[in-house]
């Protein structure tokens, strides 16, 4: 895209879902949420959640929905998420509020949804993608489908897809254009494509799938577990790494060493099929909630596992709220490890910065030491200018400072005269002397400098809150422990200070600790993304119009930027844009890597790509 007049770019962080799984028994980690999962949610949604009316819609951030229904005489809360690390759906009971202005995704649905009646739950294939139907407002009859909310739950590629009856896409939580996906586009007005299907697998659900494992396997009497694990996964649609593994669990008599080869039992082949794919189909769930061994939720399952102790798994009377508790948590904890871990990040880099600095001071004392050594050398040198000849490297005198009057070596500069010689000693002697009680000094208070920050660390590990992190890092910045200009770029080495060379560009400092910089003119602008900003800053431009260019200073470290910096760096961007005056101004974002200069463009012009927008009001 090119950036009239001044364009940024921002990447938006991309995310990856791990599927976590259980290596051993008594150990649990993370629980994905997989195409099974999805569909015992989609199973308890049915029971639940059709013929309800939709009465209240919220969109607390880019990638999540809230969806309140009234079914069945009771308020129920749907959380639709397409964060790419916890993408999932599933009723909730944490009403979370709306943003200060609804985006614009947030206001289609409104438009399409509110006070209409769900129609249909359902799960594509045994895909991770969940379809929801919703009929006309101010009309009972169920049977006729307006519009169908869409949620693909894939990873970094979550999105949430409003689609009309003829199949157009009306919105999208994430418009992926062109430049991110030449196949697959999701924006308003295009038809809407299914995310393409795994081919030449088989169907887990299928009647001949237990037949068709069973022949895979032929007259095999054991095989390795990881290799079925792998079998399994790439054999069948919708297995995910997680489920193929509770299936080997459930197919291998128990050994000592997983790792190894492990008995099969083939005529056990077609029960395990049944228990699993076979309750799924009759919608004969028994979900649990699994924990860690501090009894934290990880994760919620349709059925007990075998991969993981039956002492960390708790019964559950609904898979929903069962997710729901286990994701409260967890996406917490992620949050605050993403706080916590920044924050970390800036005090131990400080720390590392000034225990470089009292290695430096402790060498400039031992050489202090030395001052009267050098002021000697120099006296020396001088006393046999009429012996020294030009370009020796070395002269052997005599010290007279001795009593016994040895001999000594000096070194000498060859590209310095005699003279000059026993000036460079002296001026070694002047300012070893000199600096012995400054560096003393300076000691002194970067030691002091030293131990706060270790102490901030210790004290950071006990913090249990972002509340508490946010305070510990307003009172490090108040005490200059760490500073708001500090963020040097890693990537180039460049100053945590820029000088701006006489351009006008304007610099804020937000409460997470970061720099935001704004261009105010065009050759500012210029200036700002070809000599300031390095490859993996933030870079921002109003979208189809003329504005600054907005960088925001990363620490090469753009995953971590947190949305709030974002929202207002773009909020500054539409500020200073022609759009100043509207009420809702759409801002584009990317890598400022992505952004370039094309050839004979006017002052602030710019082109850039695999950028990501934002809707802000000035």
Request: charged share 25%; glycine share 6%.
């Given at each position: ?19 976590a799984?259980g ?22 949604l ?30 129920l ?6 964060d ?7 009723l ?6 709306n ?16 006070d ?21 407002r ?19 590629h ?13 919105d999208?939580?994430?418009?992926i ?14 038809v ?24 895979e ?20 649609s919708g297995l ?32 395990v ?12 769930f ?22 993981i ?19 409260t948590?967890?996406v917490?904890r ?47 040198v ?24 040895p ?52 004290e950071l590990?006990?913090?249990g ?6 305070s ?8 200059g ?5 500090d ?26 600790g ?52 974002l ?52």
């Amino acid at each position: 895209m090119t950036a009239p007049e001044n364009q940024p770019v921002q990447e938006a962080p991309t995310d990856h879902q791990a599927a976590a799984e259980g290596k051993a028994k008594g150990k649990s980690a993370r629980i994905p949420y997989d195409s099974l999962t999805l569909c015992a949610v989609a199973a308890e949604l049915r029971r639940l959640l059709v013929g309800g009316q939709i009465q209240d819609i919220r969109q607390p951030n880019q990638n999540e929905v809230l969806l309140g229904i009234r079914s069945q005489n009771r308020n129920l809360l749907l959380a639709l998420s397409a964060d790419a690390q916890f993408a999932r759906v599933h009723l909730t009971t944490t009403r979370r509020p709306n943003a200060p202005v609804p985006p614009n995704f947030c206001m289609i649905l409104r438009k399409h949804l509110e006070d209409g009646w769900i129609r249909a739950v359902r799960q594509r294939d045994f895909d991770r993608i969940l379809e929801i139907e919703v009929g006309a407002r101010d009309q009972e009859d169920i049977e006729t489908p307006i519009v169908t909310l869409i949620a693909e739950l894939m990873g970094k590629h979550s999105n949430l897809i409003l689609i009309s009856a003829e199949g157009k896409i009306l919105d999208s939580a994430r418009r992926i254009t062109h430049r991110i996906n030449r196949v697959r586009e999701t924006l308003p007005g295009l038809v809407y494509q299914s995310p393409p299907a795994q081919e030449g697998r088989v169907d887990p659900f299928a009647a001949d799938a237990a037949a068709f494992l069973a022949k895979e396997l032929g007259s095999q009497t054991d095989i390795a577990a990881p290799e079925l694990t792998r079998l399994l996964s790439d054999s069948y649609s919708g297995l995910s790494p997680f489920l193929a593994a509770e299936l080997t669990a459930r197919l291998t008599l128990p050994a000592g060493d997983t790792s190894g080869a492990v008995p099969i039992l083939p005529a056990h082949i077609a029960s395990v099929w049944d228990a699993v794919f076979g309750a799924a189909a009759r919608e004969e769930f028994a979900p649990v909630l699994v924990s860690d061994e501090r009894g934290l939720p990880v994760g919620a399952y349709p059925f007990p596992l075998k991969q993981i102790s039956e002492a960390l798994q708790q019964s559950a009377e609904s898979l929903n709220f069962a997710l729901d508790d286990a994701f409260t948590g967890t996406v917490e904890r992620a949050g605050m490890q993403a706080v916590t871990g920044e924050l970390r990040g800036r005090i131990a880099g400080e720390l590392k910065r000034a225990e470089r600095q009292l290695q430096s001071i402790a060498h400039t004392l031992a050489e202090s030491e030395r001052a009267e050594e050098h002021k000697q050398a120099g006296e020396l040198v001088l006393a046999n200018l009429w012996r020294i000849e030009p370009g020796v490297e070395s002269v052997i005198v005599q010290d007279y400072y001795l009593p016994e009057m040895p001999d000594r070596i000096l070194t000498l500069n060859p590209r310095l005269s005699p003279q000059e010689n026993a000036d460079a000693f002296f001026a070694r002697y002047r300012k070893a002397r000199d600096s012995r009680e400054k560096e003393t000094e300076r000691g002194g208070v970067i030691g002091g400098k030293v131990v706060r920050l270790r102490n901030a660390l210790t004290e950071l590990d006990r913090l249990g809150t972002k509340e508490a992190v946010a305070s510990l890092r307003t009172q490090l910045l108040a005490t200059g422990l760490l500073r708001v200009n500090d963020d040097a770029h890693p990537d180039d080495g460049k100053s945590g200070v820029p000088d701006f060379e006489g351009h006008k560009i304007k610099r804020f400092s937000t409460p997470e600790g970061y720099e935001i910089f704004v261009g105010e003119t065009a050759t500012a602008n210029d200036f700002l993304t070809t000599r300031v900003a390095s490859p993996n800053d933030l870079w921002l431009h109003v979208r189809a119009a003329a504005s600054s260019h907005v960088v925001i200073r990363t620490q090469g470290k753009p995953d971590r930027v947190p949305r709030t910096v974002l929202q207002r760096a773009a909020e500054l961007c539409a500020q200073h844009s022609a759009q100043k005056h509207s009420s809702l101004v759409s801002v584009d974002y990317t890598l400022k890597k992505y952004v370039r200069k094309p050839r004979a463009a006017a002052a602030g012009g710019a082109d850039y790509q695999k950028e990501s927008t934002i809707d802000v009001t000035p």
